[in-house]
């Protein structure tokens, strides 16, 4: 599986932005997707995750209410809608697939990495 995420950009507090996960492969939907984000200095953090179907997401807490992942397996994509965006969402944004089909939270059990998007988030 090969990812490619874009859609990052500036945006001023309280703005919205879209990213997206494009996947190339015939195995997309039997893999569970998560999107991570590295602020400068800091480790890489998990921030979403959707299970094969769909059916399943999970939310670090931070964002909960504010970022919806979902997925459409007939367009090979993933998806971050991002909206009351705050200066603490300022990251590069990943992609990622793990080889298991559920819910998946941990960096070590993804398989495949795309290249970041940044986001930046301005006052």
């Known amino acids: 599986v090969q990812l490619q995420a874009y859609g990052g950009g500036l945006v001023q507090a309280g703005g919205s932005l879209r990213l997206s996960c494009a996947a190339s492969?015939?195995?997309?939907?039997?893999?569970?997707m998560g999107w991570f984000r590295q602020a400068p200095g800091k480790e890489r953090e998990f921030v979403a995750a959707?299970?094969?179907?769909?059916?399943?997401?999970h939310y670090v807490d931070s964002v909960k209410a504010r970022f919806t992942i979902s997925r459409d397996n007939a367009k090979n994509a993933v998806y971050l809608q991002m909206n009351s965006l705050k200066l603490e969402d300022t990251a590069v944004y990943y992609c990622?697939?793990?080889?298991?089909?559920?819910?998946?939270?941990?960096?070590?059990?993804?398989?495949?990495w795309g290249q970041g998007t940044q986001v930046t988030v301005s006052s």
């Open positions: 990622a697939a793990s080889r298991s089909p559920g819910i998946v939270t941990t960096l070590v059990r993804y398989n495949y």
């Open positions: 959707i299970s094969w179907s769909g059916g399943s997401t």
């Open positions: 492969g015939p195995t997309f939907s039997s893999h569970g």
